[in-house]
């Protein structure tokens, strides 16, 4: 069974920081691009930042300069470093993966869900 597994979300206050983490696990043959989006209640999901498998990046434009994506091949594992928090930032963070499981091809996983609260 295929997990991504995301840890690190949490309270913290504005101009803090927190890191979150998503390991995915399973039969997992190759994974291609990783990121994390965030929702907040009763609003569509949207992208904070992606990585592809040779480690290009992509950000929203809320987060440039604040959030840095990075992920560890070896572990199969993406982060998300965010600094410079703001009260606005407080979501609901899902991390992603486009994987080749079992070697049926490449489709999009999700993880739970990791909240995360920015208090002003």
């Known amino acids: 069974q295929v997990q991504l597994v995301e840890s690190g979300g949490g309270l913290v206050q504005a101009g803090g920081s927190l890191r979150l983490s998503c390991a995915a696990s399973g039969n997992i043959f190759s994974i291609n691009t990783m990121g994390w989006y965030r929702q907040a209640p009763g609003k569509q999901r949207e992208l904070v930042a992606r990585?592809?498998?040779?480690?290009?990046?992509n950000y929203a434009e809320s987060v440039k300069g604040r959030f840095t994506i990075s992920r560890d091949n070896a572990k199969n594992t993406v982060y998300l470093q965010m600094n410079s928090l703001k009260p606005e930032d407080t979501n609901v963070y899902y991390c992603n993966a486009a994987m080749n499981v079992g070697g049926v091809g490449f489709y999009d996983y999700w993880g739970r869900g990791t909240q995360v609260t920015v208090s002003s």
């Open positions: 990585i592809s498998s040779g480690g290009s990046t």
